[in-house]
Structures are given as C-alpha cells and as structure tokens.
C-alpha cells in the first residue's frame, strides 16, 4: 500500500515489522526514545565495511550478511523521507521530519551519540543504479542534517543498502521501500 505523505516507521529491529504513524505522531521525545534504546553490549559496526559488503553483493541482498545483520541488534529508527523517483533531492514536505530528527540528535540524551544514515531504494532500475541512488540519498541527509540543521559530521555515518533489504519485499517496486534508518552505533570515543 502506498501512503502518500510522511510516513514513519518505528523498529527496534530490522527483522520486527514495522509500525507506521503519520507524521504527526512523530515527535523529538519519541524519537529520542526509540534511538536512545542503546544497548550496552551492542556490537561495533564498521561502517567501510558495510559499504564494501554492499558493493560486493549487489542483487544478492544484504541482510544476512554478518556485519549487516549486526545492525539489528542497535537501536534504530526507519524514516521515510520522501524523494522523487530516480532522485536525491530531499522533498520539500520531508524537511520537517530532517529537522525533528536534527533537534532529537541535539538533545543532551543523545547528544554523544554517532548515527548511521542507511539509505534504500525501490527496485525501479538495475540493482547496481538502486545501490548508488540509495548512497546519494543517505549522503542527501547526513548532508542536510549536518550543514542545514548544524549536527556535527563527525557523529554522522552513511550508506546505501540499494533495494536489497525492502520493507514491502512483495511489492519491491512500491515507494515504501525508497526510505532511510537512522540507527545508533553507540558513544563517540
């Protein structure tokens, strides 16, 4: 089903399906709290391994591969932030949730914490074209969130996940899987 508008969806793990609110359930105290779930134990990601990973298995999926299904473990917020297709241009009805997610990441309670921006794409061209969109998009957004909205780079992480992790995998083509996770690799050192 496609839902025009803002859509977001809260997981606290990527293989747990998703609820989905309107934007105006979205607020910066629920934001904080789905992303400051932090576990101490939680595993360390390397991102340039992330990156690598997808490049090498483009058309194959990632989720199951060990460094990515890491990600599961973390706290994590899916955000559907609205870009046309084939685009990287951040729609303009997207910026509220930009700025909801910027004014969370600048709360003292999450404030020492890094992020990384995973983005994803609908299945609408080749895999290869889908994994580059879908890296532009998550560099879209660490870019907005760090240059519009002032959050410190250094705590901003991104990659592309292409179309290999949908959220609606029976409808690989629907706008719902064009989306970005914010997920929460832990503490700055």
Same mark, same amino acid.
């Given at each position: 089903?496609?839902?025009?508008?803002?859509?977001?969806?809260?997981?606290?793990?990527?293989?747990? &399906?998703?609820?989905?609110?309107?934007?105006?359930?979205?607020? *910066?105290?629920?934001?904080?709290?789905?992303? @400051?779930?932090?576990? /101490?134990?939680?595993?360390?990601?390397?991102?340039?391994?992330?990156?690598?990973?997808?490049?090498?298995?483009? =058309?194959? @999926?990632? &989720?199951?591969?060990?460094?990515?299904?890491?990600?599961? +473990?973390?706290?994590?917020?899916?955000? +559907?932030?609205?870009? +046309?297709? *084939?685009?990287?241009?951040?729609?303009?009805?997207?910026?509220?949730?930009? @700025?909801?997610?910027?004014? /969370?990441?600048?709360?003292?309670?999450?404030?020492?914490?890094?992020?990384?921006?995973? =983005?994803?794409?609908?299945?609408?061209?080749?895999?290869?074209?889908?994994?580059?969109?879908?890296?532009?998009?998550?560099?879209?957004?660490?870019?907005?969130?760090?240059?519009?909205?002032?959050?410190?780079?250094?705590?901003?992480?991104?990659?592309?996940?292409?179309?290999?992790?949908?959220?609606?995998? =029976?409808?690989?083509?629907?706008?719902? *899987?064009?989306?970005?996770?914010?997920? *929460?690799?832990?503490?700055?050192?």
């Amino acid at each position: 089903m496609i839902i025009h508008g803002l859509r977001i969806s809260l997981a606290l793990g990527l293989l747990l &399906a998703p609820c989905i609110a309107s934007a105006q359930q979205l607020d *910066n105290t629920q934001i904080m709290t789905t992303l @400051g779930q932090v576990k /101490a134990a939680a595993p360390a990601v390397d991102v340039a391994l992330l990156v690598e990973e997808a490049n090498a298995n483009v =058309g194959k @999926g990632v &989720a199951a591969l060990p460094n990515w299904s890491k990600l599961s +473990e973390l706290s994590q917020l899916i955000v +559907e932030i609205d870009f +046309e297709n *084939n685009s990287t241009a951040i729609a303009p009805k997207s910026y509220r949730t930009v @700025g909801l997610i910027a004014d /969370a990441l600048h709360h003292p309670n999450l404030f020492r914490y890094k992020f990384l921006i995973v =983005g994803h794409s609908s299945a609408t061209g080749t895999a290869k074209h889908n994994l580059e969109l879908s890296q532009k998009r998550a560099d879209a957004i660490n870019e907005a969130l760090s240059t519009t909205f002032a959050v410190s780079p250094d705590r901003l992480f991104s990659v592309g996940a292409g179309e290999e992790w949908p959220i609606d995998p =029976g409808h690989p083509e629907s706008a719902d *899987n064009r989306r970005v996770q914010l997920i *929460n690799l832990g503490l700055l050192k």
